[in-house]
T-cell receptor
Framework: GNSVTQMEGPVTLSEEAFLTINCTYTATGYPSLFWYVQYPGEGLQLLLKATKADDKGSNKGFEATYRKETTSFHLEKGSVQVSDSAVYFCALSDLPHSTLTFGKGTMLLVSP | GAVVSQHPSRVICKSGTSVKIECRSLDFQATTMFWYRQFPKQSLMLMATSNEGSKATYEQGVEKDKFLINHASLTLSTLTVTSAHPEDSSFYIC???????????FGQGTRLTVV
């Protein structure tokens, strides 16, 4: 079956530090990969996605590249802000309309 | 982007009562909607998949008689927690897929507290 493994948090950084949150996956086919962000008390928002190998998803300074050879989709940002503090979920979906498989989430805490 | 509206955002109810949570796709038709439960500091647990006009598919371990799901139209799915108990207190989130998209759009979530 499908699964997503992401690094455990919390990840604590100072403002303007470089961020990496690791995500690896197992899937039977060629899934689409996603990063979702959840701010406190809210639902999930799509941050970025990639639908095929070597695609790079990017949004709001965050980037992730679909690496089929390493089955990874690591999230990066060059300079984090306090407002980036949230929980980040890596997820995959292997068919249109199919369910998402989520990682456990990684909490990011950014201090001024 | 597509918008999914979930209502209410917070609800407090007494043990033994039932609570209905609505999930609406505001600007697109959702053939499939999903209901998740999230415990504090944990990931989302898929409860059920709801397809318009047919019975929901429940994940293993989820009581279908306790968590009633109705997907009566292409823009509305409801989750009713029946005979609620304190252990049902949780954050419930819905999501909807468009007809031609792998992307899921999430509602804002509902914080249910059973006292």
């Amino acid at each position: 079956g499908n699964s997503v493994t992401q690094m455990e948090g919390p990840v604590t950084l100072s403002e303007e530090a470089f961020l990496t949150i690791n995500c690896t996956y197992t899937a039977t086919g060629y899934p689409s990969l996603f990063w979702y962000v959840q701010y406190p008390g809210e639902g999930l928002q799509l941050l970025l996605k990639a639908t095929k190998a070597d695609d790079k998803g990017s949004n709001k300074g965050f980037e992730a590249t679909y690496r089929k050879e390493t089955t990874s989709f690591h999230l990066e940002k060059g300079s984090v802000q306090v407002s980036d503090s949230a929980v980040y979920f890596c997820a995959l979906s292997d068919l249109p309309h199919s369910t998402l498989t989520f990682g456990k989430g990684t909490m990011l805490l950014v201090s001024p | 982007g597509a918008v999914v509206s979930q209502h209410p955002s917070r609800v407090i109810c007494k043990s033994g009562t039932s609570v209905k949570i609505e999930c609406r796709s505001l600007d697109f038709q959702a053939t499939t909607m999903f209901w998740y439960r999230q415990f504090p500091k944990q990931s989302l647990m898929l409860m059920a998949t709801s397809n318009e006009g047919s019975k929901a598919t429940y994940e293993q371990g989820v009581e279908k008689d306790k968590f009633l799901i109705n997907h009566a139209s292409l823009t509305l799915s409801t989750l009713t927690v029946t005979s609620a108990h304190p252990e049902d207190s949780s954050f419930y989130i819905c999501s909807a897929n468009g007809q031609s998209s792998t992307e899921a759009f999430f509602g804002q979530g509902t914080r249910l507290t059973v006292v």
